[in-house]
């Protein structure tokens, strides 16, 4: 394969996968230029203009342009839906009938939550508006007759002290000694967003098609992983006062019910690559250190 336009690339899982492409990557921004990104606007934007913007030799289109937040797609569905739902589907449809690989990058909310350990193979039942909006490409792309590669994700952590990173943004949190009210009954397959885009960057070449759960191997409650991390920090500053406090995801007042358990079955992923995603728990220790230094003896 020769090159790759990622549509979100100023995205948080965008950016790195741009960085895993190297230079065989184009990106494409809405709002956030940086240098040799291409403006993309989702709900008017056709394939053909933006291929002319990238240059010759894309052979992979990846889609993580959206609007992610459950809560603004459950409060205005009909416009969220204008680029998760149809501007995704234009952009597929171009690509296979211009010979080009489509990666959708989906998520584990097209699961109800009612369990966990789930493969790519089972009927989707999302309880949310995003999940309804993801789970619709995602069956309308199962009926392409040519080759296509959804990536299903669940949570994604990193160091960087943004809204996207679950882990990273507690930081300042924890270092101004905050109360963390974190759910012990939300259960998810978190990954390290750069094993997530190292994923992403080699499936296409690995043969990946059809669908594949691109997440971590084991699941972890929102409450574990951030005591966790909690105690990756206090072996480095025993003086933090921030405290984890327990509640049930049903305690937070969302417009919408959300999924409880959506870790996701890896299998099919272990299959494909020949290396295996950090484990949670050294991802803690390094964002630990990057932010209070080393431990203390």
């Known amino acids: 394969m020769t090159k790759a336009l990622v549509l979100g690339g100023s995205g948080f899982v965008g950016r790195a996968l741009l960085t895993a492409l190297g230079s065989d990557a184009v990106g494409a921004h809405h709002s956030r230029p940086w240098p040799g990104s291409i403006p993309f606007d989702a709900t008017r934007d056709d394939l053909a203009a933006l291929l002319d913007r990238a240059g010759e030799g894309i052979s992979r289109l990846y889609l993580l342009h959206g609007a992610a937040n459950p809560e603004i797609c459950a409060q205005d569905p009909v416009g969220t839906a204008a680029i998760n739902v149809v501007s995704v589907k234009r952009m597929v449809a171009d690509a296979v009938a211009r010979g ?31 999940g309804r909006q993801k789970a619709e490409v995602e069956e309308w792309m199962a009926s392409l007759d040519r080759p296509w590669l959804v990536a299903r994700l669940s949570k994604v952590v ?7 990173s679950v882990l990273g943004q507690l930081v300042p949190q924890i270092r101004g000694g905050a109360t963390l009210r974190m759910a012990t009954d939300q259960i998810f397959s978190p990954a390290h967003v750069d094993d997530v885009a190292r994923a992403l960057a080699e499936l296409p070449l690995r043969g990946a098609r059809g669908v594949v759960n691109v997440a971590g191997p084991v699941a972890w409650s929102r409450y574990d992983l951030t005591a966790c991390l909690l105690a990756a920090i206090r072996r480095r500053d025993p003086t933090v006062t921030a405290t984890l406090v327990p509640c049930s995801l049903r305690d937070i007042p969302f417009r919408e019910q959300r999924p409880l358990n959506t870790s996701l079955d890896t299998t099919k992923l272990h299959s494909l690559l020949p290396w295996r995603f950090r484990p949670m728990e050294e991802v803690c220790e390094r964002i630990a250190e990057a932010a209070f230094g080393p431990t203390r003896e």
């Open 100 to 130: 080009i690989l489509p990666i959708f990058v989906s998520s584990d909310y097209v699961h109800d939550g009612t369990r966990g350990g789930r493969t790519e193979v089972e009927p989707l039942t999302p309880i949310t508006e995003y």
């Open 158 to 164: 990193s160091e960087a002290e943004c809204a996207h």
